[in-house]
T-cell receptor
């Protein structure tokens, strides 16, 4: 089947750097996206990797390696407001479920 | 504010009932997606419409149906509701092609 696995929870302190991993099993996809969701809120788009390598957007960076079926989101200079759930997602090329979201990682930022 | 609107914000109903959730996409977006998010769960893709036509289907139950109207707004119909249908239902829109989807604030459905 098609699935994206993420750690369920990550904890870090303000100012630190944290990496949220996403490993996937899917037959083919266009690229890997990352979304942030605060409790009770809607997911908001953070980053997209259409090609292998690193994409940087301010404090957030995302990486994709198709050969390793692996990607990650890197958050630098953590702030309290970064406490949220983070989801990786793919748009598959085929199969029943064209849009697949990961299990989600809850990030807790401590003062 | 993503520019995607959803109504109602909250909905409480009883088992066996039918409800309709409404979504208006961002101006210019032709694609609308529907997702279900149960408590502490990830997002489950239900269905996508593009310019009025069904484009992709996920694990949507037969009791659920959707449509996209000529003005591009979309409705998700949930019938014969069960307790397990209680969830947050999100609508998202995008320009078909890019991976970026813009999510609405969601409709919280509670089935009693």
């Amino acid at each position: 089947g098609q699935s994206l696995e993420q750690p369920s929870e990550v904890t870090a302190v303000e100012g630190a750097i944290v990496q949220i991993n996403c490993t996937y099993q899917t037959s083919g996809f266009y690229g890997l996206s990352w979304y942030q969701q605060h409790d009770g809120g809607a997911p908001t788009f953070l980053s997209y990797n259409g090609l292998d390598g690193l994409e940087e957007t301010g404090r957030f960076s995302s990486f994709l390696s198709r050969s390793d079926s692996y990607g990650y989101l890197l958050l630098q200079e953590l702030q309290m407001k970064d406490s949220a759930s983070y989801f990786c997602a793919v748009r598959g090329r085929s199969g029943v479920c064209k849009y697949i979201f990961g299990t989600g990682t809850r990030l807790k930022v401590l003062a | 504010d993503s520019g995607v609107t959803q109504t109602p914000k909250h909905l409480i109903t009883a088992t066996g009932q039918r409800v309709t959730l409404r979504c208006s996409p961002r101006s210019g977006d032709l694609s609308v997606y529907w997702y279900q998010q149960s408590l502490d769960q990830g997002l489950q893709f239900l269905i996508q419409y593009y310019n009025g036509e069904e484009r992709a289907k996920g694990n949507i139950l037969e009791r659920f149906s959707a449509q996209q109207f000529p003005d591009l707004h979309s409705e998700l119909n949930l019938s014969s509701l069960e307790l397990g249908d209680s969830a947050l239902y999100f609508c998202a829109s995008s320009v078909e092609g890019p991976a970026t989807q813009y999510f609405g604030p969601g409709t919280r459905l509670l089935v009693l």
